[in-house]
């Protein structure tokens, strides 16, 4: 697939790039894709959730009621989950969520990803460019000569750029990130991809 570069206002620069077909256009992997999400969606969580049990409540343990005679059910001590304020019977626990998956299987995964937005026209090349200071405003502005400023947006640089980075952070809908962090989440999430004309190099070298 040949894709026109254009330059930060949106113009054609007259380059051509072809995006490589053993990451922009591979059959696409479905499972491949959703165990990846399913992995990262589940590194993120904390897993510090917690729930008193019958033995951790504090209640005395003196019997409630006689065992006999009351007409209903026995019951030996406030902790039990039958009383309000008692025990959580097999309540949450602090665990680990995360899990593996092998390094050729994510791989799949972020080419498939990018084969689908690549097949959706989804994908823009971008001229290297750069910011000598953060400027949410000027970064506001590629966007919008680009069309993208009211889509969600992922810009992928071939280097982590601390002013581009910054210059983006406070926009919701963008996101910026390296062709070495791009993740299969992140792709999918985004209505449209734009790759720095320095990223799709990278992006082969990595995923080939």
């Known amino acids: 697939m040949e894709l026109s570069v254009l330059n930060t206002k949106g113009k054609d620069t007259g380059k051509k790039i072809t995006l490589a077909k053993e990451v922009f256009e591979v059959e696409p992997n479905d499972h491949a894709i959703y165990l990846d999400v399913k992995q990262f969606l589940a590194n993120q969580r904390q897993g510090t959730h917690k729930a008193k049990e019958r033995a951790e409540v504090a209640f005395s343990t003196r019997k409630v009621k006689k065992q006999k005679g009351t007409g209903g059910a026995r019951a030996g001590s406030r902790k039990s989950p039958v009383f309000v304020g008692g025990g ?92 070495g962090q791009l993740n299969t989440y992140d792709v999918l999430h985004a209505d449209k991809i734009v790759l720095a004309e320095g990223s799709v190099a990278k992006l082969v070298e990595i995923l080939n």
């Open 88 to 179: 959580t019977i097999f309540g949450p626990r602090p665990r680990d969520y995360s899990f593996k998956l092998n390094k050729k299987l994510k791989e799949l995964a972020r080419k498939s990803a990018l084969s689908h937005k690549a097949k959706e026209n989804n994908i823009t090349v971008l001229e290297n460019f750069t910011m000598a200071t953060p400027k949410t405003k000027e970064f506001q502005a590629i966007l919008a000569s680009l069309s993208l400023e009211n889509k969600k947006t992922l810009i992928v640089l071939p280097e982590m750029n601390e002013n581009i980075y910054l210059s983006g952070r406070n926009l919701t809908r963008s996101k910026v990130t390296t062709a």
